[in-house]
């Protein structure tokens, strides 16, 4: 009886000692990956966008090591200004991809990616014991993909924001959602300018997140797909006006959202002419092209237009002369004034012809538009100079020679 009871007790105890053995085990991974501070971090980025999280991060190291006692980077192009900060500040470099991943579970806790500019291998993204965070300067699901800032401006958002998601293995910019912060965009912004204003936001949220590491990570919402839109990889075509469809303000929106790398540009006669600088002057300011185009009596001798009409428009009669793209020069301005699809006009203080230099409204007047009757003075869609669907101005490459 006495032994019986005695071996229930040892086998009590035993038991016991098994759990506290396997609780302790789990701990101890525990305590390896998710504890902390200090963390090992791997960042993963190239451009502008990427500098300022990098910079963040970077200080927060030097600054002590009590929260990150690891900071490499990951690259991909060596000349990137993520790289050549990174090797100003002695960070450790590794090019993407890398070998093989394995040892990176081994050298790091969590991986960040702004703006890297490659979707990430699978097997790397398993290596991470806190997963990869991703920086992305968009209200996702909105403008998922490769270039959400001109896209956003391009279609007149007024809000955007950055998102920090964690990566998922073979999807783009879907991942679950820690944290998202909204900002107004100014009916003026350009491209530019909201990328570093968003790249500052990205590295307060970065640094915030690790701050908080490993609770940040565990609380997480998923996207959803129901609103999601898509920014694909710019194209210099984005540029191309079309007069018949785009209103005054979405012909100034790609100027905000892309001029930085094209001006918006479109077709005088055979000539590529990019317009610069230009304003939006409302439908109701508008002055009339008639009255700029002075003596003729355009209603005898102009051709009937036929207007494509999305914008259902009374500005722009279907018996007028007056159509999308037609250009006078107003003196009293010293500007061009563009007739637009919804009777807003563009006010546009320079452009180039191809090939030439920059000149001034005046310049163009004199050099191009004086030697056209009136009613002919007007911008064309590259589709219209090749055929409609077309999509290339390939008659439009032209010899700089020729004199207008
Ligand atoms: C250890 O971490 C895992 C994964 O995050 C978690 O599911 C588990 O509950 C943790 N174990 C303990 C003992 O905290
Ligand atoms: C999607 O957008 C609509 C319209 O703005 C809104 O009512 C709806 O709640 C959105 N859905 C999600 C999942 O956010
Ligand atoms: C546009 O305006 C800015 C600021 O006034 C000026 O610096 C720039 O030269 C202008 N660009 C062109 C092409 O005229
Ligand atoms: C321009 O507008 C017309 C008429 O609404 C439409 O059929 C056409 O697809 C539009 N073209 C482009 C390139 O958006």
Request: one cysteine or more; glycine letters at 6%.
């Amino acid at each position: 009886m006495i032994l019986s009871l005695n071996r229930l007790f040892v086998l009590k105890i035993l038991l016991w000692l098994i759990c506290l053995l396997v609780f302790a085990a789990s701990q101890s991974i525990n305590a390896t990956t998710m504890e902390g501070p200090p963390w090992r971090i791997l960042f993963f980025g190239s451009d502008d966008f990427s500098l300022k999280a990098l910079i963040a991060l970077t200080d927060e190291f030097k600054r002590s090591e009590k929260l990150i006692s690891k900071l490499d980077l990951m690259f991909i192009d060596d000349e990137s200004v993520a790289w050549k900060y990174a090797n100003e500040h002695r960070l450790n470099r590794i090019a993407y991809p890398p070998e093989s991943s394995t040892g990176l579970r081994d050298n790091y806790d969590i991986g960040v990616v702004a703006s890297f500019g490659a979707m990430l291998r699978n097997d790397l993204i398993k290596e991470f014991p806190l997963g990869i965070l991703n920086a992305h300067p968009s209200l996702l699901p909105r403008w998922r993909g490769a270039s959400p800032i001109p896209h956003a401006i391009m279609h007149g958002d007024t809000e955007t924001g950055v998102t920090i998601m964690k990566i998922k293995p073979d999807e783009f910019d879907t991942g679950d959602i820690l944290m998202q912060t909204r900002t107004k965009i100014g009916p003026h912004e350009h491209t530019p300018e909201l990328l570093s204003r968003l790249a500052d936001e990205s590295a307060n949220l970065v640094l915030d997140v690790i701050k908080d590491l490993p609770k940040s990570v565990q609380n997480l919402t998923p996207q959803g797909n129901e609103n999601a839109t898509y920014a694909p990889l710019l194209k210099q075509e984005m540029t191309w006006i079309l007069w018949k469809n785009w209103t005054a303000e979405q012909i100034y929106n790609r100027h905000r959202g892309l001029s930085h790398l094209w001006p918006v540009s479109t077709i005088w006669k055979s000539f590529v002419v990019k317009l610069h600088n230009f304003t939006v002057i409302p439908a109701t300011k508008a002055v009339s092209l008639e009255t700029l185009a002075g003596t003729i009596k355009p209603s005898i001798t102009a051709p009937k237009v036929e207007l494509n009409r999305p914008h259902n428009l009374q500005a722009l009669p279907p018996e007028t002369w007056l159509r999308p793209g037609l250009v006078m020069f107003d003196k009293s301005v010293k500007a061009l004034r563009v007739m637009c699809v919804d009777g807003a006009q563009l006010l546009v203080p320079s452009v180039t012809v191809s090939g030439r230099k920059t000149m001034d409204a005046c310049g163009f007047h004199n050099g191009f538009l004086s030697r056209t009757k009136p009613y002919d003075r007007v911008f064309n869609e590259y589709s219209q100079i090749k055929g409609e669907g077309s999509t290339k101005p390939s008659r439009a490459k032209v010899s700089p020679k020729r004199r207008g």
